[in-house]
């Protein structure tokens, strides 16, 4: 035993040392989407940089950059970025492509929003129904589109009763709960099209511009400290921003369903 | 009794011809006619049998990585906590129990809070920051550390007073050094204290909410079982997700099959 | 031999939960033969050996060896204490504490499992002994370090004729080589056998010392006198 336990300890000991390549905190929904598995291979093969993904949600990937524990950002909410930039902790702020957010609820639709003409009136419909809805709760870039309709729509969360449910949690997690309890939920689109339970729930609504979901990269200030790595995090932006980052992206399809639309304009 | 028995007996291969009908429906993938519950169950134990017969390469990865960053932090938690354990065993001093009620108390600690506090540690904007460990499985090793130190800790110390109370009079009687008594309790507790290296080890390796954070289960840097599970329920994927767990369940079985093994050939060998 | 006695007690008190376990006692022991403590169960034999050998805390009084020598001591406890080794580590266990070398451990364990008869057991666990062989292997634990001072409480309790005899064989052997021999025993023959001096316990107290041969043919205490015929004495 003397001999053979470190033996094995030794087989098994982890390497320490720092990791390599350039992280880039990006968002669940994006990371769930799948574009990620499409998008990093040919990153790492056209321009050599090893990109590690730290998926958490909005709120936590700012935070990772204002640390400067990651390189760049990769987000959709709209005025959190803009402080982000303002307050320094980002060199600027460049759109890349969007997608959109859905209304996915129970298959029967208990709140008739299937018809309804925009986002806004379909969340009206379900706040008088009283019918259950998941919200993320979690100040995640979906949340924060959530609660914008909610404003458009001239309600106010706080007020709302029981049947108003943030939950504090991911997408995937959100919708495994909205399908446990029959709920209306957010999704963006990629989310609801790679999730797995999808057990009597459906997409209900889609197709307002106000469901528009818009992503923006985030390259951290290099100022923070000596370890980022912004020559890479420059590189990957030139990339993603590229004609072939364009088709890659405008070509990901789930199920026949384009996901993304590009849109960054050339430098 | 022997009618109790029978009953008994009667109403086991009852449930049984139940249950083999219902796993019959369940292979055979109607997912309405055995239960939503009962289909994932096996929707997973079917995962985890392709996962291992197909040698899948991600898996073995991930899997040999949850076991490196695990039994390092053992390695090191155990180098830590025994002869602390011992110590507090055999030493009586002023604060003696306020400091087994201050490692009681850490036992419990959520692991999201030990992830929380070494992130900050970690962070580049943090007092370790220029370390640059933060993401790492060296991050990952150092929360568990923090994580099953007291555990290990608490079951050495109860373990090595139970010895020591039986050692006490020979040793003080043979004028040993605090220091002979420590290694001596040690050496001849092993087995006890193996028990509390593999009730550390059970909760390291099974351990999310920490190495989620401090690690950030990048894919092929810091992804482990457990984050992959995590990050598979979230995606839906529950069948894949059961999968995951029931390889951990099988490595953590395994493991203490391995190192019982070891010790009984010990035992019969040695002593 | 290093000068370790006359060992003294003065007003030696032991007190546990409130009660007076022994004491006050006031006795002096210098060199000589086996000196034999006896006494009724619970008179505070053990305690007596234990505060002499200096792991039981006393609560007054003090005690005073001539010169402090605690690794010339040895002490064979009432029930022996069998470390969870094999024999032939336990017998080694004292040395090793002593960093002594290899050979020279190896040497000395291997003469005493042979004189204790337990040849064949040296890789067995101690914990499988019987209870005469954990006697002997203790008393062979605490010999190997050729104590000058060695107690022994009680430790023949547990064994038949045969291994009494030879235990004793062993002490008379041990004495002669200069060991002071300090035990506690119930069985009158054996205080007979190897007595020089003897000490009678009572209540907790020292109820009489002195000379062997005149404490066992003309005894000045009453009580030591019944307690030898075998009467019962409080
Ligand atoms: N730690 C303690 N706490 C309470 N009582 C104690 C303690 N130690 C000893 N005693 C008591 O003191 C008395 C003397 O004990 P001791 O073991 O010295 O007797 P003994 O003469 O060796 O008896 P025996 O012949 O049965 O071995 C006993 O009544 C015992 O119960
Ligand atoms: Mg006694």
Redesign the interface.
């Known amino acids: 035993m003397k001999q053979i336990l470190p033996a094995i300890f030794a087989l098994f000991l982890a390497q320490p040392g720092a990791a390599d390549g350039m992280r880039m905190a990006v968002t669940t929904s994006f990371d769930n989407s799948g574009l990620s598995d499409v998008l990093l291979p040919v990153i790492r093969e056209d321009t050599g940089i090893d990109v590690q993904l730290l998926v958490v949600g909005t709120g936590q990937a700012l935070r990772l950059g204002e640390a400067g524990d990651v390189d760049a950002v990769l987000v959709h909410s709209r005025a959190a970025e803009e402080a982000f930039v303002a307050a320094g902790h980002g060199t600027h702020r460049r759109e890349i492509m969007y997608n959109d957010f859905v209304l996915i609820g129970p298959a029967d639709d208990p709140a008739s929003i299937a018809d309804a003409q925009t986002a806004a009136e379909a969340l009206l419909r379900i706040a008088a129904a009283q019918a259950a809805f998941v919200s993320r709760g979690d100040d995640s870039g979906t949340h924060k589109a959530e609660l914008n309709i909610w404003t458009d729509a001239g309600l106010d969360t706080e007020t709302f009763g029981a049947w108003y449910r943030p939950v504090g949690a991911g997408m995937g997690a959100a919708l495994n709960t909205a399908s446990a309890m029959q709920a209306y939920v957010v999704s963006d689109r990629a989310s609801w099209l790679n999730f797995g339970n999808t057990d009597g729930l459906a997409m209900l609504f889609s197709g307002d511009p106000a469901l528009f979901n818009q992503y923006a990269y985030l390259p951290v200030n290099p100022a923070k400290n000596a370890a980022i790595k912004h020559q890479e995090a420059t590189a990957l932006e030139a990339w993603l921003t590229s004609p072939r980052a364009a088709d890659l992206i405008n070509g990901y399809t789930i199920n026949g369903e384009t996901l993304f639309v590009f849109n960054a304009s050339p430098e | 009794m022997a009618c109790r028995f029978c009953f008994w007996v009667f109403l086991s291969r009852f449930r049984l011809v139940f249950f083999v009908k219902k796993l019959n429906l369940c292979l055979s993938g109607s997912k309405g006619k055995c239960g939503t519950f009962m289909f994932e169950l096996i929707e997973g134990l079917k995962a985890a049998f392709r996962l291992v017969i197909t040698f899948d390469p991600e898996l073995w990865e991930i899997s040999l990585r949850s076991l490196r960053v695990t039994l390092t932090a053992l390695l090191i938690a155990s180098l830590i906590a025994m002869p602390l354990g011992t110590y507090l065993a055999v030493q009586r001093f002023r604060y003696r129990r306020f400091v087994i009620a201050i490692i009681n108390a850490l036992m419990g600690l959520p692991p999201v809070v030990v992830g929380l506090i070494v992130y900050i540690l970690l962070s580049r904007s943090g007092p370790f920051g220029v370390f640059n460990l933060l993401f790492t499985p060296t991050a990952m090793i150092i929360a568990q550390v923090v994580i099953i130190t007291p555990l290990i800790a608490s079951i050495a110390h109860q373990a090595m007073r139970e010895?020591w109370a039986?050692?006490h009079?020979?040793l003080?009687?043979?004028?040993?050094t605090k220091t002979?008594r420590i290694r001596?309790l040690i050496w001849?507790?092993r087995r006890n204290l193996l028990t509390a290296a593999l009730a550390g080890f059970g909760r390291a390796i099974g351990e999310v909410g920490a190495i989620m954070i401090v690690g950030g289960n990048i894919d092929n840097v810091t992804r482990v079982l457990t984050t992959a599970i995590a990050l598979e329920t979230g995606k839906g994927d529950f069948a894949l997700a059961l999968g995951l767990g029931f390889v951990l369940i099988g490595i953590a079985v395994v493991v203490n099959i391995a190192i019982h093994a070891l010790s009984r050939t010990e035992r019969e060998g040695?002593? | 031999m290093s000068g370790m006695f006359p060992l003294t007690l003065n007003q030696v008190v032991v007190r546990r939960r409130g009660k007076v376990v022994i004491g006050p006692v006031d006795l002096t022991v210098d060199q000589g033969g086996p000196l034999i403590v006896m006494g009724p169960n619970g008179s505070g034999k053990t305690t007596l050996l234990r505060v002499m050998?200096g792991?039981e805390r006393i609560n007054a009084g003090a005690i005073n060896w001539a010169q402090e020598h605690?690794?010339k001591?040895?002490?064979v406890?009432q029930s022996p204490?069998i470390?969870?080794?094999?024999v032939f580590?336990n017998l080694a266990?004292?040395l090793r504490?002593l960093r002594r070398p290899k050979n020279e451990i190896s040497d000395a364990v291997n003469h005493w499992i042979t004189r204790i008869g337990l040849e064949n057991k040296g890789?067995?666990?101690?914990s499988r002994l019987s209870g005469g062989e954990r006697q002997k292997l203790a008393l062979a634990r605490a010999l190997i370090r050729k104590p000058d001072v060695l107690f022994l409480d009680e430790p023949c309790a547990n064994l038949d004729g045969r291994a009494t005899r030879e235990i004793e064989a062993l002490l008379q052997e041990t004495a002669a080589a200069g060991t002071r021999l300090i035990m506690s025993t119930h069985d009158m023959g054996q205080a007979r056998r190897l007595a020089q001096e003897i000490v009678f316990m009572l209540g907790g107290k020292v109820h009489e010392t002195g000379d062997a041969q005149v404490a066992f043919t003309q005894p000045k205490t009453a009580e030591f006198a019944a307690f030898q015929r075998g009467d019962i004495v409080t």
């Open positions: 010895l039986e050692y009079d020979l003080i009687s043979l004028n040993t002979q001596t001849d507790g040695r002593w | 050998h792991v605690p690794e001591h040895a002490f406890f204490i470390m969870r080794r094999s580590e266990y004292p504490l890789a067995t666990s101690a």
